[in-house]
């Protein structure tokens, strides 16, 4: 008997005999419900027999049959109301399991449980309940295969990726038929979230409105994605509206995970806790560094993969910088807690960023992951991994500390069809089309591809995405375009210098420019003018309205 927890509530499992009873009630169980017909297998014991056992350990035992297939609305009310009048927790059983979780399943969703929370849990358990979306995205009611909308092209997100993918099409077929799916009022430029808590970009200048950015002509619902079927290509949208499409383009960022960080949501923007991966704290990290004048500013760094690898060190680069010229840094600890082992993750660009570690006097401390802060206390503790795997706790203190969450793919998409092992969106690195389901394409932060995650990556995606979309339609060229895996890094190691890294897969270094003009491997102001004075006008003007500045995509041979 393998018993697989559900919720607090509820836990399932296949068949179970009377002898397997004693063993519910030492798990502490305190009820049992059978949803398998009585005679549906030749070996199957009968549910009176396992009743009579389970009231002589003082069990409740209940009788729900339900038909393998024909799971109804009746069932999963009857199911609910069991759980509700039953003392809790619950085992409930059937030939394998699925019934019984699609009984919950449809019950949650009509008591108005969020699909994805509701797929995750299943899925958490062994248990696949995409094939029954639609049902429990409809409140556990059977839902009608209706159509609420149509698009040749659906995108399902409005961010850097998503807006940049539709121009991109358009500038090759303005006559496509795109929509966007988005529930987003604001788009965010959020490379210049490092210069707002640098104290250099003012934050207003990082925000537009999303309808000022939706391309002519393309169409946009401004409603959250709740579930995929690819296999019908539609789209669930929350309240059981259904899109279909043609092609399918997921564009949906990740997840910034502050639950993942025991008491961090309760201090975020107070008690000198901060972070640049937010558009209301950045300014609060600026504030914090001009008014640090002596103690201990902590940095720190979550496992990958993140977005913008670099921009945990950026912080701690621009706020020592400006501890340096105010001449408070002799007075200042600064101590960066990373959970990888390296500064940075390709090699060339290590020497010139640990020149100004060692300018900074930072303390590196590698294999550390912050699991849990007191805001209050001025207390952080991390896991630290030692060189034979074990782990242990490390408690320090702080004044101020700039936190990077840790980082997962958006729920709705780690519990999709479409989803790898890891939950991203399961793409080939290359061409960027879907593994398993044709006329399904990712790009940027929610696809599986192993570059590194940057506004520059999703750049160079976007055009390749359009252009293998256009030609499996049937409006493109012979060739595909195909991705190296470019990525961009503008680490800012101080105010008016930049360390432009740029590199594919492998760690294959990719300049933009000649070496004369900017050698990336060391610091460069010509490369802050870059991420300064060009880099917001070629992402507003460029990027997200098809022009594809450098960034034309290669062809396969």
Not at 250 to 258: C, F, I, T
């Amino acid at each position: 008997m393998e018993i697989k927890r559900i919720d607090d509530r509820l836990s399932v499992s296949a068949q179970i005999g009377p002898d397997d009873v004693p063993a519910v009630a030492a798990a502490g169980f305190r009820s049992i419900i059978a949803n398998r017909p009585d005679g549906e297998g030749g070996d199957q014991p009968d549910f009176a027999a396992i009743a009579a056992e389970a009231d002589r350990l003082g069990l409740k035992a209940a009788y729900l049959p339900v038909t393998s297939g024909k799971v109804g609305d009746d069932e999963a009310i009857a199911f609910d109301r069991l759980l509700n009048e039953l003392p809790g927790p619950a085992l409930a059983y059937c030939r394998t399991g699925t019934r019984s979780t699609t009984l919950w399943s449809l019950a949650q969703g009509a008591a108005g449980t969020p699909l994805p929370d509701i797929l995750r849990a299943a899925k958490a358990a062994g248990y696949d309940m995409n094939g029954v979306a639609r049902r429990i995205a409809n409140k556990g009611k059977v839902a009608m295969d209706v159509v609420d909308a149509h698009a040749e092209v659906v995108i399902v997100g409005g961010g850097a990726a998503g807006i940049a993918v539709a121009a991109s099409l358009k500038a090759r077929k303005p006559d496509l038929d795109i929509a966007i799916i988005d529930p987003a009022e604001v788009h965010y430029y959020q490379p210049g979230w490092t210069m707002v808590g640098g104290g250099v970009f003012d934050p207003a200048s990082t925000a537009k409105t999303m309808a000022s950015l939706i391309p002519p002509g393309v169409r946009w619902f401004k409603a959250a994605v709740a579930a995929f079927e690819p296999a019908k290509n539609a789209v669930i949208l929350e309240g059981c509206r259904v899109v279909t499409y043609r092609a399918l383009v997921v564009a949906a960022g990740l997840k910034l995970d502050w639950a993942g960080i025991e008491g961090l949501q309760e201090t975020l923007g107070r008690n000198g806790v901060t972070s640049n991966y937010r558009y209301d704290l950045a300014p609060y990290t600026w504030e914090l560094v001009q008014s640090l004048k002596r103690g201990r500013a902590v940095f720190t760094q979550p496992p990958m993969p993140i977005k913008c690898a670099g921009a945990p060190q950026k912080a701690l680069y621009l706020s020592a910088d400006h501890w340096h010229r105010q001449g408070r840094l002799n007075d200042i600890r600064i101590d960066f807690f990373n959970a990888g082992a390296v500064l940075f993750g390709v090699k060339d660009y290590v020497p010139a960023l640990m020149a100004y570690i060692e300018r900074y006097g930072a303390a590196l401390r590698f294999q550390h992951r912050l699991t849990r802060i007191d805001g209050a206390r001025r207390r952080a503790w991390f896991a630290r991994t030692e060189a034979d795997g074990s782990t242990s706790t490390v408690e320090t203190e702080f004044d101020m500390i700039h936190v990077v969450p840790p980082q997962v793919a958006p729920d709705f998409v780690r519990v999709s069809p479409l989803a790898d092992a890891s939950g991203w969106i399961d793409v080939d690195q290359g061409t960027l089309r879907h593994k398993s389901f044709a006329g399904v394409y990712a790009l940027g932060d929610v696809s599986s591809t192993p570059n590194a995650k940057t506004a520059a990556a999703a750049r160079k995606q976007a055009p390749i995405v359009a252009h293998n979309l256009l030609r499996d339609l049937g409006h493109g060229a012979a060739a595909d375009a195909i991705y190296d895996g470019y990525g961009s890094c503008p680490l800012t190691v101080e105010r008016g210098k930049i360390v432009l890294a740029e590199f594919g897969y492998g760690g294959k270094l990719l300049p933009s420019f000649p070496a004369w003009l900017i050698d990336g491997r060391k610091p460069s102001h010509l490369a802050w003018l870059l991420k300064e004075r060009m880099l917001p006008p070629i992402y507003w003007k460029a990027m997200l309205r098809g022009r594809e500045w450098l960034a034309r995509p290669e062809l396969a041979a």
